[in-house]
């Protein structure tokens, strides 16, 4: 339900600026309104994305950007990937970057948060 934005909860991206997973979680259930029953309608949401990236976490036992890399993204053949938060350990010149006037911040300058796993703060190359 939270991949198909079936889970009832509201549009919106709670845990911007939260580090740390419990909290994020925690936030996400306590304060997050639902808008309907769970599997009644379709209702998308950003916190099903966090909510789907803190499950990966604690059930395989490896950060969720060390999973993805490794069991969605190298199978397929993606070599470059970058994350929100650990793009400044990369030393990749080919990722696309916000032009001089636009309002989007370069992954570069956003500070890790459990606001971009799961639901943005990905770039990928081949």
């Excluded at 939260?18 to 309608?41: C, F, Q």
């Excluded at 969605?72 to 006037?101: C, H, T």
Aim: charged share 25%; net charge negative; aromatic share 8%.
């Amino acid at each position: 339900m939270l991949l198909t934005h079936m889970s009832g909860l509201k549009h919106t991206y709670s845990c911007d600026n939260i580090t740390d997973r419990s909290k994020a979680i925690e936030t996400i259930l306590n304060e997050t309104p639902m808008v309907a029953t769970p599997g009644d309608k379709y209702n998308y949401s950003g916190d099903n994305y966090t909510l789907l990236a803190a499950i990966i976490e604690m059930a395989s036992g490896e950060t969720f950007e060390n999973f993805i890399k490794e069991n969605v993204l190298q199978p397929v053949g993606i070599r470059k990937e970058a994350f929100s938060g650990l793009m400044q350990e990369k030393q990749y010149n080919d990722f696309a970057s916000p032009i001089e006037n636009s309002t989007y911040k370069s992954l570069k300058d956003i500070e890790p948060s459990w606001g971009r796993k799961g639901r943005a703060g990905m770039i990928l190359s081949v």
